[in-house]
């Protein structure tokens, strides 16, 4: 999940747009006491933090997540005035981890996003585990308690996401976004079906995949990851 702290809403609602429409899930939000009601709720990925808020502003905000052992690492990327370079000082020294200088693209927006996530995301070691579930990217390997399970490109790439944000839950809009391209012309109807070959594949193990009536799938978390 990516917040967007922005009080300009025409602004807030595209960037919102473009992320959901890339594969991520996005909320906004235009003054910060909303957005320290979802941070406790449900903590972000990353943040986009405009810098020029009502109330409390960007860098005091940003000082906040950072002061808070349960935020300090989240990833902050800081909308700046263009031409600024006070603001991008301040905002750096406070600990953001790059900046957007106002007017932006919404597609240099998207790819600060994957830079800076590719930069502070942990390299996990070892192989991803969920219950009798076992995926081994470097051997390119699932198995299911024990029993090796051949799986199609997009049936591994399915899985692995889902494993990767286990008790997570993906609409089949997100879905067919993130693992077919936005400009895919199918149904949503083909995430169905993947899930259903899917959870057959894993046999018993195919109950953790579980359908969210009204909004799409999860795999059930399990301690053993």
Not at 139 to 147: D, E, K, M, S
Not at 155 to 161: A, I, N, Q, T
């Given at each position: 999940m990516i917040y967007c702290l922005e009080d300009d809403r025409s602004i807030q609602e595209l960037m919102v747009y473009t992320l959901n429409a890339s594969g991520?899930?996005?909320?906004?939000?235009?003054?910060?006491?909303?957005?320290?009601?979802?941070?406790?709720?449900?903590?972000?990925?990353?943040?986009?933090?405009?810098?020029?808020?009502?109330?409390?502003d960007g860098i005091a905000v940003l000082d906040r997540l950072r002061a808070n052992p349960a935020t300090e690492h989240i990833p902050v990327i800081?909308?700046?005035?263009?031409?600024?370079?006070?603001?991008?000082?301040?905002?750096?020294?406070?600990?953001?981890?790059?900046y957007l200088?106002?007017?932006f693209g919404m597609m240099e927006m998207v790819a600060r996003i994957k830079a800076v996530l590719r930069r502070t995301t942990p390299r996990r070691t070892g192989p991803l585990r969920s219950?009798?579930?076992?995926?081994?990217?470097?051997?390119?390997?699932?198995?299911?308690?024990?029993?090796a399970v051949t799986l199609?490109?997009?049936?591994?790439?399915?899985?692995?996401?889902?494993?990767?944000?286990?008790g997570q839950v993906f609409s089949r809009d997100h879905l067919l976004s993130?693992?077919?391209?936005q400009d895919y012309v199918g149904e949503t109807r083909t995430v169905d079906v993947h899930i259903g070959t899917l959870r057959?594949?894993?046999?018993?193990?195919?109950?953790?995949?579980q359908t969210v009536r009204g909004v799409g799938y999860l795999l059930e978390a399990s301690h053993e990851q």
């Open positions: 991520y899930h996005a909320r906004g939000f235009s003054e910060s006491g909303a957005f320290w009601h979802a941070v406790q709720d449900e903590l972000p990925e990353l943040v986009l933090l405009d810098i020029m808020l009502p109330g409390e800081l909308e700046t005035a263009k031409d600024t370079e006070i603001d991008k000082v301040l905002g750096l020294d406070a600990g953001a981890d790059d200088a106002k007017p219950g009798g579930i076992e995926l081994d990217e470097t051997r390119h390997r699932v198995t299911a308690n024990g029993r199609t490109l997009k049936e591994y790439e399915l899985l692995k996401l889902l494993m990767e944000n286990a993130r693992l077919w391209g057959t594949k894993l046999s018993e193990c195919g109950a953790q995949i």
